[in-house]
């Protein structure tokens, strides 16, 4: 490390107070955008119930950009955003645009969304949920315009503020989430208890300024953003929300982040009113606070970001059998065969998904891996598993949400998140039973190139 006259009285000061690891040569920088739609009335995605678009905003949604360099020079953006889910086509442009704007590496921008679904449609992700007059595809392809826009100009004035930092790990636990096909089935066989997965850990990442301000703090949970039921016609951010408010005014001049992990199959419980998902926003907040009070340790070192995309098939169907889908009883299945028909009439390969993986790397023992769609929670527990004496992150929702991801033993027991939900999607039907091979085996090779596991 370098080390230049200028800081040379601070180096010692803070040599002399024992801040030895406040040396670390890493840089972060933070900005924020509020992203709330602004043409009400706009339509929330995420439940299929839903006829009517929303009259009113209940919180205000935000994007959130965490830019880091280590000390070469390479540089990473993590952005937060209280959406459902974005299409990869979105991240793509926005990597380009940042390329453009500041060099950023494309591999190397990270977008995770919490996943509510109180906030808007956003074109070509969940669009078979909808059917929208001209009047509501002109705003929703008119708001996915000003996203791009947003999202690119929060990471790069994320970028354009670097300042010397310090990073901290640290691990809460919150208990709100549950195994929501475990409750399925037990609502359908009552006084039977079904086995039930969950990973209730919430890990944390705080980001100091050189001079010991909290600039930001990353944190994460595993649990779907739904507090809120269909019925509430409202712009909010759901329990994550909440959880980044009662943070940001615990710490006045800090930036609350929200990382939707492994959430596929869990649910808050209980569930369906505002008062809930303020409770549980509150519990993870308090979950943050505790970790922040305990020993932390720091992450340092140098950034390695790998991005990959592996095609993984899903169960082939005959042409004429997605032709004869248009007739069928259900409106969603028959917007399904129509939107299927459609990128195929465009030459789009309509059986496999391009899913993408990213491992993003600091220093030795700490990596964030995110991974594209609705993960259930089972592979973040083998990712974990697989790196013991690692800190390891695992992220679903990241970079292109464009289904549910099961793996073999939730895709062979069926049900939403295996099957009934790939309609919604916009997917021709299932994966294959070798889909939690090749999703496992995209993450691997982003995991390979930052050189992990080891
Ligand atoms: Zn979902």
């Given amino acids: ?93 926005i990597a380009a645009d940042l390329r453009t704007s500041h060099g950023l590496d494309p591999e190397a921008l990270l977008l995770n969304c919490s996943h509510t679904h109180s906030g808007p449609a956003i074109r070509e992700n969940l669009e078979i949920m909808f059917a929208f007059d001209a009047e509501h595809q002109a705003k929703t392809t008119r708001y996915r315009a000003f996203l791009r826009k947003a999202l690119a100009g929060a990471a790069g004035e994320a970028l354009d503020r670097l300042k010397p930092a310090r990073l901290d790990y640290g691990v809460g636990h919150a208990e709100f989430a549950a195994d929501r096909r475990a409750l399925r089935l037990k609502d359908a066989n009552p006084g039977s208890n079904p086995p039930a997965t969950v990973d209730h850990t919430v890990p944390v990442i705080r980001v100091k300024s050189a001079d010991g301000r909290m600039l930001a703090v990353v944190f994460g949970y595993s649990c779907h953003n739904t507090t809120l039921t269909g019925e509430f016609l409202e712009v909010n951010g759901d329990y994550a929300g909440h959880a980044q408010a009662d943070l940001e005014s615990a710490y ?90 459609a990128r195929m009439a465009k030459g789009e390969n309509v059986g496999m998904v391009n899913y993408p993986a990213q491992a993003l790397r600091i220093g030795g023992d700490f990596v964030l891996v995110a991974m594209g769609g609705e993960v259930v929670v089972d592979y973040g527990h083998r990712i974990k598993r697989a790196m013991p004496g690692k800190r390891v992150i695992v992220a679903g929702y990241s970079n292109d949400v464009m289904c549910y991801i099961p793996t073999l033993r939730i895709l062979r027991e069926g049900g939403y998140e295996a099957d009934d939900s790939m309609i919604y999607y916009g997917q021709i039907g299932p994966f294959t039973e070798r889909v939690e091979e090749q999703v496992m085996g995209t993450v691997n090779a982003a995991l390979k190139n930052v050189g992990l596991p080891r």
């Fill in 252 to 341: 006045p001049g800090t930036t609350a982040m929200f990382l939707m992990l492994c959430g596929g199959d869990q649910n808050p419980f209980p569930r369906s009113s505002r008062e809930l998902a303020a409770e549980h926003g509150k519990s993870l907040a308090d979950a943050v606070v505790a970790a922040l009070g305990r020993r932390l340790t720091p992450v340092d070192g140098s950034i390695r970001a790998s991005f990959v995309t592996h095609a993984i098939p899903l169960r082939p169907r005959s042409k004429e059998d997605i032709e004869a889908e248009r007739n069928h009883s259900d409106i969603f299945h028959r917007r399904r065969a129509e939107w299927v028909l």
């Fill in 1 to 93: 490390m370098a080390l230049r006259n200028s800081n040379l009285p601070r180096i010692l000061f803070l040599l002399a107070m024992g801040s030895v690891a406040a040396l670390a040569a890493m840089k972060a920088g933070v900005a924020t955008v509020r992203i709330t739609p602004t043409e009400l009335p706009f339509f929330l995605s995420g439940y299929a119930a839903r006829t009517k678009p929303a009259e009113r905003v209940a919180m205000d949604l935000y994007a959130k950009a965490l830019a880091l360099e280590d000390a070469s020079g390479k540089r990473a953006v993590l952005v937060t955003l209280d959406l459902i889910g974005i299409p990869g086509d979105l991240r793509s442009e």
